[in-house]
């Protein structure tokens, strides 16, 4: 398991974004796969390169922190 601790993961499961000293960050993408001009808001979670959840952005105007079940599977291909 690519996590430091059990408690970062069980934060990543219920949605809530660790805090500092967890190696895991935020980056902010989109995802194009149904629309290209929809670019649906992603919130990517990364640890050590590597792409570990993927949630929507709250923000963005388009898709407001919803995914479709492309953009909740774009973990396994991002």
Same mark, same amino acid.
């Given at each position: ?10 934060? !990543?499961? =219920? ?11 935020? =980056?902010?993408?989109?995802?194009? @796969? ?7 808001? @992603?919130? +990517? ?17 388009? $898709?407001?922190?919803? !995914?479709?079940?492309?953009?909740? +599977? $774009? =973990?396994?291909? @991002?």
């Amino acid at each position: 398991m690519p996590f430091q601790t059990k408690d970062t993961y069980e934060q !990543l499961m =219920r949605g809530k974004v660790p805090g500092g000293g967890t190696g895991v960050e935020v =980056r902010k993408t989109i995802c194009d @796969i149904c629309n290209p001009h929809s670019h649906c808001g @992603i919130d +990517a979670y990364v640890q050590d390169g590597v792409v570990i959840k993927v949630e929507g952005t709250k923000e963005n105007p388009h $898709s407001e922190g919803t !995914l479709c079940s492309k953009g909740n +599977a $774009s =973990r396994q291909y @991002i």
